[in-house]
């Protein structure tokens, strides 16, 4: 069995590379750093990528055997979402998004994995719908492909850098008022003391 374990950092055509292999893959498969599958060929493959890494159509992958072998988006069943206008089109991308469903993002067009209930809902908001055969390419996630959406490749909840640093500042903070809540606290107790200590000396020293 050929092992994959590299993607190259190049895209399709920038470089002269030959290429002597096709893997064929559906979007779930592609989100997948470790799988096993078979190429076009029909021989069988491993594929054990760096967590995070996603596949695209038209990525290269290096096998053990030093072949360079391309990905192919497979076919799927998806829906072919077109509106009347542009803001019909972001008002159902915008209905999509809040179901964090991916999303593929055309020039005047969306597509979405087929999902009947979804169709509904776009056919109420006045969307044409079309189911189609076609290669599946929604958008990354937000903060890049590393930290896209958690089934397959995206790193375990992987919402990107931004959110993690808000989170521990804003725990950070409230760590930093509650040290300085009990340093206040302190104080004023050893205030108290030094009172107390103040007030049983003086009735000790008081002179006959």
């Known amino acids: 069995m050929i092992e994959i374990r590299k993607k190259l950092k190049i895209t399709r055509g920038a470089y002269a590379v030959e290429v002597k292999g096709q893997l064929r893959l559906p979007f779930d498969s592609r989100q997948k750093s470790r799988l096993r599958a078979a190429l076009v060929s029909g021989e069988e493959v491993g594929l054990d990528l760096p967590r995070g890494d996603l596949l695209r159509g038209g990525d290269l992958l290096v096998a053990s055997d030093g072949r360079v072998i391309e990905v192919v988006a497979q076919p799927e069943k998806v829906l072919h979402i077109t509106c009347a206008d542009a803001q ?101 107790h050893e205030h108290c003391d030094h009172e107390h200590d103040h007030k049983h000396d003086h009735g000790h020293h008081h002179p006959k």
Not at 135 to 149: K, T
Not at 159 to 169: D, L, N, P, S, V
């Open 88 to 188: 019909a089109l972001a008002r159902a991308a915008y209905h999509l998004g809040n179901r964090h469903v991916p999303v593929e993002v055309g020039e005047d067009y969306l597509r979405i994995a087929s999902d009947h209930v979804l169709a509904q809902l776009l056919d109420g908001l006045g969307a044409t719908v079309e189911e189609l055969d076609a290669p599946f390419e929604p958008e990354a996630g937000a903060y890049g492909e590393g930290h896209a959406h958690g089934g397959g490749g995206h790193d375990d909840l992987g919402h990107g850098g931004k959110i993690h640093e808000y989170g521990a500042a804003h725990e950070h903070a409230h760590a930093h008022q509650g040290h300085e809540h009990r340093d206040h606290e302190h104080t004023d």
